[in-house]
């Protein structure tokens, strides 16, 4: 069973960055498979951050961290990353890595139901 493991959380002052790796483990490899960022803050819905598909070849980003991040994957090691320059408060919330339901999707989704692997997030807090 896949597995998918997030790290690099922490506290930051505002204008700070992180970067926010997710390992995959187990027999499946995510290499096949595009790969999204997605967070949730308390009270609120999921909501998308970012996605690559499977050879990194397109990218997504929601508007709101347009600019300010960047994903990344590393096939070969089985590994994606969230780069996050410029935080702000607002991006405070749990990140979750999620890997797509549907193999070589070519355009990646937004969409939080067309991920059906999770990780079990990791905390961004941004201070102000």
């Known amino acids: 069973q896949v597995q998918l493991i997030e790290s690099g959380g922490g506290l930051v002052q505002a204008g700070g960055s992180l970067r926010l790796s997710c390992a995959a483990s187990?027999?499946?490899?995510?290499?096949?498979?595009?790969m999204g960022w997605f967070r949730q803050a308390p009270g609120q819905d999921r909501e998308f951050v970012a996605a690559?598909?499977?050879?990194?070849?397109?990218?997504l980003y929601a508007g709101s961290v347009k600019g300010r991040f960047t994903i990344s994957r590393d096939n070969a090691k089985n590994m994606v990353y969230l780069q996050m320059n410029s935080l702000k408060p607002e991006d405070t919330a749990v990140y979750y890595c999620?890997?797509?339901?549907?193999?070589?999707?070519?355009?990646?989704?937004?969409?939080?139901?067309?991920?059906?692997?999770w990780g079990q997030g990791t905390q961004v807090t941004v201070s102000s």
């Open positions: 999620a890997r797509d339901l549907r193999i070589l999707r070519v355009v990646p989704s937004t969409t939080v139901s067309d991920y059906n692997i």
């Open positions: 690559i598909n499977y050879y990194g070849g397109s990218t």
């Open positions: 187990g027999r499946t490899f995510i290499s096949s498979y595009t």
